[in-house]
Each structure stands twice: as structure tokens, then as C-alpha cells.
């Protein structure tokens, strides 16, 4: 069924290995940072609004 | 009709919103990730290699669905703007918003597997033909809409401002799209269209949209999950904001 004879096959891609890796790398990162970043806004954001209501309880 | 309708309205409201989006988020995810392992598992153990390119045509499974996707992202994205300036709908504009984030890192991947590709296969990683030019406007055009956003202090001021520009950048993308049939481009006409029969192998062409409907999946749910965030913080002093919190 798999196109490659071995794993090492597979990783060198023909010769292609650093530019069709390079590819999947950075998507991978871009994908990676953009699900981080959201994650660490949601989580402040969290944060601050609850202490923002606590401040306005208090008062 | 009438209840088309009425869901319509119902949804349009952040707060019905907030929680539909909440409970969609997990099955964009879950779906999201196994047409990515069945997209992959075909494109890069089962498809054979390209007589011409070799190996370096597997780029292919990224770099086409990125760039459908910024150009889909883009023209989603101008719609709601359009919706909430004309409509003054507050739920549209923020879609809006939460779209072009997304649609920009499309449009980097799209750029950045292009380079990769075209090293190999064409000798050089940038040409300034119109097909690699559209697409770097489209990147500007990503980053116009949220300086411009980001520079009006008052939101709704920011929301009609950037929808503006929106819908002004739309010009851009049919020029994208058949920019290497209008003009005499480095890249290579569409491998798939929706007139002709698809010129590539069918595992080749089957990884490729599996990977396409993968980073739909993937663009809609951290859209929502950004727009979740929105309504979280322009909603903030309403009262359901500070229950759910």
C-alpha cells in the first residue's frame, strides 16, 4: 500500500527531504503558535475580567 | 422560511453565539484532525511520486489548501465586514475580525511552501510574476485590515474603517485566481478546476482536497475559538459575560 520501501526512503523524499520538510515544519509551527497565542489571550482575558468584576463587587 | 429566519436572528446575537460556537469548536477540531492524518497518511506515504517534479511536488498537500484558504478567508471575511456595515450587526464585524488573523498565516503558509517549492522546481524561491505578487498583496491586504482595525481606538469606529478596506482589497482576489491565466506567470496553471477534469493521479488529487476540507476544519475552529474571545471582551460589562466567566 505505502509508495516507500523503507522509513529512511520516506525521509529523504527523493532528495527533497529539507524543502518538503521545511514546509511541514514552519505550517507546523504557524499552526503551534496560532493555537498557543489564542489560548494565552483566552486565559488573560479570563483573568482579568474576573478580577474586574471582583473590583466592581467590592465596591 | 420562517425558521431559517429565526435561527438567523437567534445566532446573531454574541451571547447565543458565544455558546453555539462553544459547542461546535470540539467537532472542528476532532474532524479537523483525522482528515489531516487520512490527508497525510495519502499524500505522503501512499501517493506516488511525480514523474517531473519528484518528491518535491508533495509540497503540494499544504501549499494548494493554504492557498485556497486565503482566498476563501478573504472573501468570508469582507462579506460579514460588508454585513456589519451595512447592517451595523455587531456579531458580523467580529467574525470579520476573527477571520483575518487566520487568513493571513493561509496566506504566509501559502507564500512560504510556494518559495520551498519553487526552489527546486523552478530555480529561485521569488519572482515578481503576477500570480507571487497578488498573493503578497493579499498578505498586505490581511495586515491593512488589522493595523487598521488596531489604530481606531473606538471599536465600532475600527470595525467600519477595516470592513471598508475589505471589501475595497475583494478586487484582489479574482486577480489571484486567474492572474496565471491573464497573464504569462512562472506558475503553473490550476491543476484542478471546476470546468475541466483534474490532470493529476487520483491519490494525489484525493490527498490534496482531503488536505482542503483538513484546514477548513482547522480555519473555522480558531476562528470561533477568536471570535469567543471577542464577544468575551466587548461584552464584558454585560451581565451574561460575567456569568459565564
Known amino acids: ?59 | 422560511m420562517s425558521l431559517l429566519n429565526l435561527n438567523w436572528f437567534k445566532y446573531a446575537a454574541p451571547q447565543r453565539f458565544y455558546g453555539l460556537a462553544g459547542s461546535l469548536i470540539p467537532w472542528f477540531v476532532v474532524s479537523g484532525v483525522i482528515l489531516t492524518i487520512i490527508g497525510l497518511v495519502i499524500g505522503l506515504g501512499i501517493a506516488p511520486t511525480d514523474h517531473q517534479q519528484g518528491d518535491s511536488y508533495r509540497i503540494i498537500f499544504i501549499h494548494v489548501p493554504a492557498a485556497w484558504m486565503s482566498m476563501l478567508i478573504y472573501l468570508v471575511m469582507a462579506f460579514w465586514a460588508a454585513i456589519g456595515l451595512i447592517f451595523n450587526a455587531r456579531l458580523a464585524s467580529m467574525l470579520a475580525l476573527s477571520l483575518a488573523p487566520t487568513g493571513a498565516i493561509m496566506t504566509f503558509i501559502a507564500l512560504w511552501t510556494g518559495a520551498v517549492w519553487g526552489k527546486p522546481t523552478w530555480g529561485t524561491w521569488w519572482v515578481w510574476d503576477a500570480r507571487l505578487t497578488s498573493e503578497l498583496v493579499l498578505l498586505f491586504l490581511y495586515f491593512g485590515f488589522l493595523s487598521l482595525h488596531a489604530s481606531i481606538e473606538d471599536v465600532r469606529k475600527a470595525d467600519r474603517s477595516a470592513a471598508l478596506l475589505a471589501i475595497v482589497g475583494v478586487i484582489n482576489v479574482p486577480i489571484i485566481y486567474f492572474s496565471v491565466k491573464w497573464w504569462n506567470t512562472l506558475h503553473q496553471g490550476a491543476s484542478v478546476s471546476l470546468t475541466k477534469a483534474p490532470t493529476m493521479a487520483t491519490q494525489m488529487l484525493s490527498g490534496m482536497l482531503i488536505m482542503v476540507f483538513a484546514f477548513w476544519m482547522y480555519s473555522i475552529a480558531v476562528a470561533l475559538y477568536r471570535c469567543r474571545n471577542l464577544i468575551l471582551e466587548r461584552e464584558r460589562h454585560t451581565d451574561w459575560v460575567q456569568e459565564v466567566l
Open chain 1, 1 to 59: 500500500m505505502f509508495y516507500w520501501s523503507s522509513f529512511s526512503d520516506f525521509l529523504h523524499m527523493g532528495g527533497y527531504a529539507l524543502f518538503v520538510w521545511g514546509s511541514y515544519l514552519v505550517t507546523i509551527l504557524a499552526v503551534v503558535i496560532e493555537i498557543a497565542l489564542l489560548r494565552s489571550r483566552n486565559k488573560a482575558l479570563r483573568k482579568t475580567l474576573i478580577s474586574e468584576i471582583r473590583e466592581s463587587q467590592k465596591n
